[in-house]
């Protein structure tokens, strides 16, 4: 409050708490104690301190740098450990993409384990009903030579249109498809700066890239316990084969007085994730936006791509959330009023059904 702050102030500033009285001088609102003494005057207030106080706050800074000390070897005791892990995680990502481009078949006991665990998954997940549903479908035997080509044919194309939350953030295009029908791997690696994310690409007819990179720089102050802040992006420039294979841009035919000219203008892609940001300062939508679509790769669909390629199957939260949502909007009809009817007519007098409407 503003006594409060008057108090501290008058304190602070060398007051006898006994029998002086802050002056009007002295009682300030909170902004302005803050704007008073921050961080760019905080020579100025220690130096006004009284003697005593001046040797507390110098203790305590003492001990604050003991603290930093500790938390920054926290830190980097906690980057050692992640890097023990993700060279754990590597062989099993190595297994996958093995599986998933047809190098090696799964075995019998792969088989039977994937089975378990789903029908495990199952019972956890799923009510009765769809319980019973589940156990209708077959769950995956031993494939046959003639049943389907090697490996799991578009699978990280599929990994990304089928999460659903990449579906919100950067949705993957009709036009998109082509290109990504040709993306055999998503791979990350991190270091102190950031992490990288690559997606690799065989021979294909739109860009000679083999492999499309995206850097996420990440700025940290050790030892303060805060969270990474981005630094900046760093991503690989598209080599385009023709403008035409762009699919960035459409063309679209503009009329201007007597003639009609051919334009390149912007359209939503997947592939906008490697383009720079124009304006780092401003942009701050669109680095909002790219910022949660490389943590989603990095974190959910990379390290757990088979969910996301199934679509999240026993994933109900949004289903149970729609019905939580239509429940109400029932209630709140129910609790309306009936609306008027118009030109004479009584509300609700024609029960014939309305067509749809047809979106433009």
Not at 153 to 171: H, I, R, T, V
Not at 173 to 178: C, I, L, Y
Not at 184 to 206: K, V
Not at 297 to 304: A, F, G, N, T, V
């Amino acid at each position: 409050s503003k006594a409060t702050v008057s108090v501290l102030n008058w304190y602070l500033c060398g007051g006898d708490r006994h029998t002086d009285t802050p002056t009007h001088t002295q009682t300030m609102s909170l902004e302005e104690y803050m704007k008073q003494y921050s961080p760019k005057s905080h020579k100025k207030f220690i130096k006004e301190l009284p003697p005593n106080l001046k040797g507390r706050v110098g203790a305590l800074m003492a001990v604050q740098e003991e603290h930093r000390e500790i938390a920054t070897e926290l830190e980097k005791e906690q980057k050692a450990l992640l890097k023990k892990y993700e060279a754990l995680y590597t062989p099993l990502f190595e297994e996958r993409q093995k599986v998933v481009n047809g190098e090696v078949e799964v075995t019998e006991e792969m088989v039977k384990a994937g089975k378990a665990y789903m029908e495990q998954k199952a019972k956890e997940d799923l009510d009765e009903e769809e319980l019973n549903e589940f156990k209708e479908v077959p769950l995956p035997a031993m494939c046959k030579a003639e049943d389907i080509k090697k490996g799991i044919p578009e699978f990280w194309m599929e990994c990304l249109e089928n999460n659903p939350a990449m579906e919100g953030l950067m949705a993957v295009q009709d036009w998109d498809r082509p290109i990504l029908k040709h993306l055999t791997n998503i791979t990350c690696e991190t270091d102190d700066d950031g992490f990288t994310l690559s997606f690799h690409f065989s021979e294909n007819e739109f860009f000679t890239n083999k492999v499309l990179t995206k850097t996420t720089l990440l700025e940290t102050s050790p030892g303060s316990g805060d969270e990474p802040s981005l630094a900046g992006f760093k991503c690989a420039t598209i080599e385009w084969k023709d403008p035409s294979k762009n699919v960035m841009f459409k063309t679209k035919t503009v009329k201007k007085k007597k003639t009609r000219t051919q334009e390149q203008v912007p359209q939503e892609s997947i592939f906008s994730f490697f383009t720079e940001i124009e304006d780092f300062e401003e942009d701050g939508m669109a680095i909002e936006m790219h910022m949660e679509v490389a943590g989603l790769l990095k974190d959910h669909i990379i390290p757990r791509a088979v969910e996301s390629y199934c679509g999240e199957m026993f994933n109900d939260d949004d289903d149970d959330e729609e019905d939580e949502e239509d429940e109400d909007d029932d209630e709140d009809s129910e609790d309306a009023p009936p609306a008027k009817g118009k030109k004479g007519k009584k509300a609700g007098g024609d029960d014939k059904p309305k067509e749809e409407c047809k979106q433009q």
